[in-house]
């Protein structure tokens, strides 16, 4: 066998060696890849019911209930949509009406977003960047 033949072969196998690794590692990060939606994403689009993603907007003035044990029922908005969303467990501290949130979670078949996580802003001006992107392109964004 040639020296140019053998370059080949491991040229060949090399990339062969490359895809296979990089198809199990997307494989392995296929479940724990999470998008984000706004509420407008979701009431135009939808999103499947057994695929896991976040939702980021406004807590609804008017519309936290405390419903039994630890669960709560609030809607989500970016000023133009909105989604209900139901938590079960212990909201942060920085959790209130008014406030920028990211739910993460699925949506129901009844289309109320059952929320796994969370997530409230840090202080008075923190607010997630995807929730400011979906407020700006609704043309509802308020900020400087």
Do not use: C
Request: charged fraction near 20%; hydrophobic fraction near 50%; glycine fraction near 10%.
């Amino acid at each position: 066998m040639t020296r140019k033949r053998q370059r080949m072969i491991f040229v060949v196998a090399g990339v062969a060696a490359l895809t296979v690794a990089t198809l199990l590692v997307l494989f392995a990060l296929e479940d724990s890849i999470v998008f984000f939606r706004s509420p407008t994403q979701i009431v135009e689009e939808g999103f499947p019911a057994d695929r896991a993603f976040r939702v980021g907007g406004l807590v609804e003035d008017g519309t936290l209930e405390r419903l039994e044990g630890n669960t709560v029922r609030f809607r989500v908005t970016d000023l133009a949509e909105a989604v209900t969303v139901t938590f079960t467990g212990i909201l942060p501290a920085l959790f209130r009406e008014g406030q920028g949130i990211i739910a993460e979670g699925t949506l129901g078949p009844d289309g109320v977003f059952v929320a796994t996580n969370i997530l409230a802003k840090h202080d008075e001006t923190y607010m997630p960047a995807e929730v400011v992107d979906a407020l700006k392109a609704a043309g509802q964004w308020q900020g400087e």
